[in-house]
C-alpha cells in the first residue's frame, strides 16, 4: 500500500522498526487482543485523486443549487453574492491548517481575527463582550438558556414560539439535561409578534429568562421594548439575525442581557446548513459566565500588542466538570470568513445589503398583496421574509417553480412537521436575488392553476 | 518582528470601500415606510471602510503569523494535526454541494443525501457499529449527543437511578464537562502505574448508579487499554454503557474496532482522524456512531435509503429520539472532506495510516527515550507521553521547553495534559511526517536540552524569533479587553 499522503517507503519502515527494536507492525499493535482485531474493514480500495474528483461532481451535479436556480428559502440559512476575495483569504493554509491558537505566539493570525470578529459583533449587536463563536444559532440560545439559569439561579426559562423550531427542539434537549424547564410564549396570531402580556402571567420566582427573536422566524420584527417592559426583571435574551442588524436598532438599546444566534449570513455558504457559526454577546459583568473561548488584548516581554486566550478557567480543558460548557472546538473558521466579509463590505456596504434586501422583499411582498390565491398571513413589520398562505400546499408550488429554476419557498409544514401549517410558507429575499427573478416568480405565482 | 500589527479597524478611511453590489433600479422606498422609525438604527455602524486591496493585505499578513500544518510539524498530542488533502477542500467547494438550502425538497438534494448516506455506511464499518448520526458539530458535541442517547436509554427502561458517569482520571476534559451538561455526576477513576485504567478500582465503581462509562482507547497517554473487554463486559453485567471518546482513532482504523472492543456509543473526530483541517480550532465534526439498540434514540433526522428505489430520504420518525442536538444535518462541509479522504485512502490506506502513525510515534519515543523520561515502558500507539520534571534541576519548566521550540519553526507538543504526569509533554506526530522530520525534531529536542543545562536563560526568554514574544496571559485574564474601542478624538 502506498499513499501520497503517507511518506514511509519499506526501506525506512524496515529501519524505523529495527531501530525500535521490533520485528514487524504486530509487535507495535501486542497489547491488543488478538481475538478482536479486524482482518479488513470493508470499505472499497483507494482511489487517484481523478477519480475522487469526479465521483463527487457527480455528486454535486445531482443537487440542484442556489447558482443555478433563483433561490426563496430562508429561515434560518440565506443565500448572498460571496466576493471572490473571501474564499481566496480564508482557503489559505495558514488558517486552515491552524489549530486553536493553544500556543499565542505562533497564533497571532488566528488570535487578532477572533478580536476582530468579537468587536463587530459587539458592533452589531451592541453589547461589550463576544465570545469567538459557538457552532450554530441553535446550540447558541441553548447555552445562553443554560447561562441565563446559572446567573439567575433558576430552573425555568421562557422562549417565544416564533424562535426557530429546530433552535427550539436543540433547547429542549439540552435542557431536558440539566433539568431545566421551558415554557412557551405564545404570539399574536394577526401581527406574527410575541405576546408580550402572555410574558408577564408567566413568569414565577424560578423563571430565569425569556428569549425571542429580531427578526422572529415568522420574520417579523419584535417589539423588544415591549418584551422588556413586560419581563423586566428577566434576564432578557435575543436571537437576532445579525445582517438585520445593520439597520435596526441594536437589541442592547432594548436593555437585552444577551445577543445569540446564527451569523451564517456573513459569507458562509449554505451547505445544506452545515456552515453555520453560532455567535453569542453579553455584558462585562457576565464575561466569567459565558461559555466558549474568548480571546483578549495583551501585550508581550517587549510590549508589543498582541492577543491571547483569556478567561481560560471557564474552559473545560481546565476546569473539567466545573466548566461554564463542554465546548471546545468551535466555528473559528465560519468566524474567519464572516470577519473578512465584513471587512469587505464595511460600514456601507453591509447596511447597504440590508436594505437592499429589506427592499426588495417587500416588493416581492407588495405581488403577493395583490394576489388572490395568495396572501400574507402576518401584519407585523418585517426585514426580509414573511410568511404567506396559499390556496395551494407548498408542495404543489414546488412543483410549478422547480422546473423554471426557482427554489422555494419554505414548507412550514415541513419545518414544523405539523399539518396546522398547511399551506403556509415563508418566502425569503436577499441581495442577491435580482428584480427581474421576483418579477418572473410573482408571474408564476399568478398564473398557478 | 511584525512591522505593521494595527487591526483592520486602524486602518479604516472614511468612504474607502471594499465592495460593489449589482446596479439596479430598486423600488424607490424610504426605509422608514416599510420598518417603524422607532426601530430602526440610529448609531452608525462602525465596522471598517478599506479597500478590497487593504483586506486582501492585512488578512495574508495576519496568515503568515501562524504555525499550521502547511508551514511545519505540529506534534500537538491527542490532536492528530495530520497533513489535510487539497483535493477535500476542492471537492467541498463544488457548487453543488455549498449552494444547497437545507429546507430544498429532498429530491433536489439527492446528492447530497447519498453524500451523507455513504459517510455513515463508512464510518459504520471503520467503527464496528451498527447506526451513525452525523449530526454533532464537534469531538465535545458528539459527546454530549452519545451520553444523552445513553440517558434515554435508561430512562426509557425506567432506570432512573442511573446518576453518575466514570471518567478516568486521564481524560479529556470535555468528558467530565459533557457528563456534567446531562446532570450526571462524575466519578472519577485512577490510573494504575502501568498508565492504563485501575481494574479492581473501576470495578468497585461499578454499580447501579452509573449510566456510563467513557473510555479513550488508546488512552491519553498513548497506551491501549488491554482489559478493555474485561471492563466492557463488567460493565454491561451492571447495566452500564460504555463510551467511546474517538479522539484517538488515528492509532487503530483498520486494526480493531470499538464497536468489537464492547463500546455501545462512540464519536468521531472528523478533523482529527479524517483529516479535515482544523481551521484554527473549528468546524470539526462530531459524528456519533452506536449499536443497534440505541437507534431509536439518535437525533432527527436519520439519512436513509430506500431499498427499492434507490434514492435517499430524511426519516424523522423516531418517536423515542433525544430530539435535535444542532439545527439541520450537521457539518455538511466536513462530512465532505471527510468522505473525500475515505475515498482516497480506502480500507488499506486507512490502515496503512494507523500503523504508521504509530510507527512514527514509536520510533519518536525511541529516539528521545534517553533524553526525555518516558514513564510507561512498552510500546506505545499514535502518541506518548514524556514527564518533564528533569528540566527543574536546571530552574526550567516544560512551558520553557515548548517556547524554545517555537524558535525552532515547530509547533509544541501538548503540554500539562494528561494532568496525571507531572510536566507532561504529549507527543502525537501522526503518519504523514517523514523519518527525517522526527529525527530533526528528536535531534531540536536535544539541542534544547542541552541549553537548559548550558543556558536555561535562554529557554526561560525564548522564544524570540516568533511575531511577538511571551505574551502576559496573567494580566490580560485579570482586566480583559475583549474587543476594540476606537480612541476617542
Known amino acids: 500500500m502506498s499513499?501520497?499522503?503517507?511518506?514511509?517507503?519499506?526501506?525506512?519502515?524496515?529501519?524505523m522498526l529495527k531501530t525500535i527494536g521490533v520485528q514487524s507492525m504486530e509487535d507495535l499493535y501486542q497489547d491488543i487482543p488478538i481475538k478482536k482485531r479486524t482482518c479488513s474493514i470493508s470499505i472499497p480500495e483507494g482511489q487517484a485523486e481523478a477519480d475522487v474528483s469526479r465521483n463527487m461532481k457527480e455528486m454535486a451535479q445531482r443537487n440542484q443549487n442556489t447558482q443555478d436556480y433563483a433561490s426563496f428559502c430562508g429561515c434560518g440559512v440565506y443565500h448572498h453574492y460571496i466576493p471572490s476575495v473571501v474564499s481566496s483569504l480564508a482557503n489559505r493554509g495558514e488558517f486552515l491548517t491552524a489549530y486553536t491558537p493553544y500556543q499565542p505566539e505562533v497564533s497571532q493570525g488566528s488570535l487578532q481575527v477572533?478580536?476582530?470578529?468579537?468587536?463587530?459583533?459587539?458592533e452589531l449587536t451592541g453589547m461589550d463582550v463576544a465570545n469567538a463563536s459557538l457552532y450554530d444559532g441553535a446550540t447558541a440560545c441553548a447555552e445562553a438558556m443554560l447561562m441565563a439559569c446559572r446567573i439567575k439561579k433558576r430552573d425555568r426559562f421562557i422562549v417565544s414560539e416564533l424562535i426557530h423550531p429546530e433552535y427550539i427542539q436543540v433547547m429542549e434537549t439540552y435542557a431536558k439535561g440539566m433539568q431545566i424547564t421551558l415554557d412557551y410564549l405564545p404570539y399574536n396570531h394577526e401581527t406574527g409578534e410575541t405576546d408580550g402580556q402572555a410574558l408577564s402571567h408567566m413568569i414565577d420566582d424560578r423563571t430565569a429568562g425569556f428569549l425571542v427573536g429580531y427578526p422572529n422566524f415568522f420574520g417579523v420584527v419584535e417589539n423588544l421594548e415591549g418584551l422588556r417592559h413586560f419581563g423586566k426583571d428577566l434576564f432578557m435574551?435575543?436571537?437576532?439575525?445579525?445582517?438585520?442588524?445593520?439597520?435596526?436598532?441594536?437589541?442592547?438599546r432594548y436593555g437585552a442581557d444577551m445577543v445569540v444566534g446564527e451569523a451564517q449570513s456573513f459569507g458562509c455558504h449554505p451547505y445544506l446548513g452545515g456552515m453555520?457559526?453560532?455567535?453569542?454577546?453579553?455584558?462585562?459583568?457576565?464575561i466569567r459566565q459565558m461559555p466558549g473561548r474568548i480571546i483578549g488584548e495583551s501585550h508581550d516581554l517587549d510590549g508589543n500588542r498582541g492577543f491571547v486566550m483569556v478567561l481560560q478557567t471557564r474552559e473545560q480543558h481546565i476546569r473539567r466538570s466545573k466548566a461554564t460548557s463542554n465546548i471546545c472546538s468551535n466555528h473559528a473558521h465560519n468566524a474567519l470568513v464572516a470577519t473578512i466579509y465584513l471587512s469587505l463590505l464595511g460600514k456601507q456596504g453591509l447596511r447597504q445589503v440590508a436594505i437592499n434586501a429589506t427592499k426588495k422583499a417587500h416588493y416581492l411582498a407588495e405581488k403577493i398583496d395583490r394576489m388572490e390565491r395568495f396572501r400574507r398571513k402576518y401584519s407585523g413589520p418585517f426585514f426580509n421574509e414573511f410568511v404567506v398562505e396559499s390556496d395551494f400546499p407548498t408542495e404543489e408550488i414546488h412543483k410549478d417553480l422547480l422546473p423554471q429554476k426557482i427554489l422555494g419557498p419554505v414548507s412550514l409544514e415541513r419545518v414544523y412537521g405539523s399539518p396546522s401549517f398547511h399551506h403556509l410558507s415563508v418566502f425569503s429575499v436577499t441581495e442577491a436575488n435580482r428584480l427581474e427573478d421576483i418579477d418572473f416568480l410573482a408571474a408564476r405565482l399568478e398564473e398557478m392553476l | 518582528m511584525r512591522k505593521d500589527n494595527r487591526l483592520i479597524f486602524e486602518k479604516s478611511v472614511p468612504g474607502r470601500k471594499g465592495y460593489d453590489l449589482p446596479k439596479e433600479s430598486l423600488p424607490d422606498y424610504d426605509l422608514k415606510s416599510l420598518i417603524p422609525e422607532e426601530y430602526l438604527r440610529e448609531s452608525d455602524l462602525n465596522l471598517p471602510e478599506v479597500t478590497e486591496l487593504d483586506v486582501v493585505r492585512h488578512y495574508t499578513n495576519l496568515s503568515q503569523l501562524n504555525h499550521s500544518v502547511d508551514t511545519g510539524f505540529y506534534p500537538l498530542g491527542s490532536c492528530t494535526m495530520k497533513y489535510n488533502p487539497k483535493l477535500n477542500d476542492s471537492v467541498a467547494a463544488y457548487e453543488g454541494f455549498h449552494s444547497i438550502h437545507p429546507y430544498q425538497p429532498v429530491e433536489t438534494i439527492q446528492g447530497a443525501l447519498e453524500l451523507m448516506y455513504l459517510a455513515q455506511e463508512a464510518l459504520k464499518?471503520?467503527?464496528?457499529?451498527?447506526?451513525?448520526?452525523?449530526?454533532?458539530?464537534?469531538?465535545?458535541?458528539?459527546?454530549?449527543?452519545?451520553?444523552?442517547?445513553?440517558q434515554a436509554y435508561h430512562q426509557d427502561r425506567g432506570d432512573r437511578s442511573r446518576k453518575t458517569v466514570i471518567v478516568p482520571d486521564s481524560a479529556h476534559g470535555t468528558n467530565p464537562a459533557t457528563a456534567m451538561m446531562c446532570g450526571y455526576e462524575v466519578v472519577e477513576t485512577p490510573s494504575n502505574q502501568n498508565g492504563t485504567v485501575d481494574l479492581d478500582a473501576i470495578r468497585s465503581k461499578m454499580d447501579d448508579t452509573v449510566a456510563a462509562i467513557m473510555l479513550t482507547n488508546p488512552n491519553t497517554l498513548g497506551l491501549f487499554e488491554r482489559d478493555i473487554l474485561e471492563i466492557a463486559r463488567l460493565a454491561h453485567e451492571k447495566g452500564i454503557l460504555l463510551y467511546y471518546d474517538g479522539a484517538n482513532m488515528n492509532a487503530i482504523m483498520g486494526v480493531i474496532r470499538p464497536g468489537d472492543m464492547g463500546f455501545d456509543v462512540l464519536h468521531f473526530n472528523l478533523h482529527k482522524t479524517l483529516s479535515t483541517p482544523h481551521g484554527m480550532g473549528g468546524p470539526g465534526s462530531g459524528a456519533v456512531g452506536v449499536k443497534k439498540f440505541l437507534r431509536p434514540y439518535l437525533p432527527v433526522p436519520q439519512i436513509g435509503k430506500d431499498p427499492n428505489e434507490g434514492s435517499y430520504h430524511m426519516d424523522y420518525a423516531l418517536p423515542k429520539s433525544i430530539g435535535k442536538v444542532r439545527s439541520f444535518y450537521g457539518n455538511f462541509n466536513v462530512v465532505i472532506r471527510a468522505l473525500a479522504y475515505i475515498m482516497?485512502?480506502?480500507?488499506d490506506g486507512l490502515k496503512c495510516a494507523s500503523e504508521m502513525a504509530v510507527l512514527n510515534a514509536n520510533y519518536l519515543k525511541k529516539l528521545l527515550e534517553e533524553d526525555l523520561k518516558i514513564p510507561y515502558d512498552g510500546v506505545c500507539m499514535h502518541e506518548f507521553v514524556a514527564d518533564g520534571s528533569l528540566l527543574k534541576q536546571y530552574g526550567v519548566r516544560t512551558l520553557d521547553l515548548a517556547k524554545r521550540l517555537l524558535d525552532f519553526g515547530v509547533h509544541p507538543p501538548t503540554i500539562y495534559f494528561p494532568l496525571i504526569v507531572p510536566e507532561a509533554i504529549m507527543i502525537e506526530p501522526t503518519e504523514t511526517e517523514s523519518k527525517e522530520e522526527l529525527e530533526q525534531f528528536a535531534a531540536m529536542i536535544r539541542q534544547i536540552l542541552r541549553e537548559a543545562k548550558t543556558d536555561p536563560e535562554l529557554l526561560k526568554t525564548s522564544p524570540t524569533r516568533t511575531p511577538v514574544r511571551r505574551l502576559d496571559e496573567v494580566g490580560a485574564t485579570k482586566k480583559p479587553i475583549v474587543r476594540y474601542v476606537p480612541k476617542e478624538d
Request: glycine share 8%.
Open chain 2, 344 to 347: 482516497s485512502m480506502g480500507c
Open chain 1, 114 to 122: 477572533f478580536f476582530e470578529f468579537q468587536t463587530m459583533i459587539c
Open chain 1, 3 to 15: 499513499s501520497k499522503y503517507i511518506p514511509h517507503v519499506p526501506n525506512e519502515i524496515s529501519e
Open chain 2, 125 to 150: 464499518e471503520i467503527s464496528g457499529m451498527d447506526e451513525v448520526t452525523l449530526q454533532p458539530a464537534a469531538g465535545a458535541h458528539g459527546e454530549y449527543a452519545g451520553l444523552r442517547l445513553i
Open chain 1, 276 to 286: 453555520s457559526l453560532g455567535y453569542m454577546s453579553s455584558h462585562n459583568q457576565y
Open chain 1, 237 to 252: 435574551v435575543v436571537c437576532a439575525q445579525p445582517l438585520s442588524l445593520a439597520i435596526l436598532k441594536p437589541p442592547s
